[in-house]
Each structure stands twice: as C-alpha cells, then as structure tokens.
C-alpha cells in the first residue's frame, strides 16, 4: 500500500522510485514468506507421519505382548 501511495499522490522522482522499489520488496517478502510455509508445512506433515508410525510400531508390539501372554495357564493334570 505504501508504494503505491508514493506512486500515486507524489509527482517527485525520488518517490516514485521508493515506490516502485517498496512494490517489489513486496513481491520478495510474499514469495519468501510462502516459501517458509510450504517447507514448515512439509517438515509438520514429516514430524507426523513419523509420529504415527512410531504409535503403530508400539501398538503391534504390545499386541504382540498380549497375544503371547493372554493364553491361558494350564496346569498338570495329577494323575
């Protein structure tokens, strides 16, 4: 809004420049700043895929545990 504002209402040499320099550093911090979201987005969505394998792994191996340990005791039979 500032470069175009320089732009628009002052007829100097000087602020159309600022303006037209603020305009593109506009263009540089909106591309940045998307840049920076895309890859957070990636490394949150690696972070979770990492963190649901995790959950599944320690889930089988408790199933594993209980599978082994529910049958129950038999005992001799005494004869």
């Known amino acids: ?11 100097s040499f000087f ?8 305009i593109g550093a506009t263009f ?9 979201v895309w890859e957070m987005k990636k490394f949150v969505s690696q972070l979770k895929d990492a963190d649901e394998k995790k959950l599944n792994e ?4 408790e199933k594993l545990v209980l599978n082994t340990h529910s049958a129950p005791a038999t005992l001799p039979s005494v004869k």
Not at 1 to 11: E, N, Q, V
Not at 28 to 36: A, D, H, N, Q
Not at 58 to 61: D, G, L, V
């Open 1 to 11: 809004m500032a470069g175009i504002s320089l732009i628009k209402f002052f007829d």
């Open 15 to 22: 602020l159309h420049l600022t303006g037209w320099l603020l």
């Open 28 to 36: 540089l911090v909106v591309s940045i700043g998307f840049k920076r």
């Open 58 to 61: 320690e889930a089988s191996q």
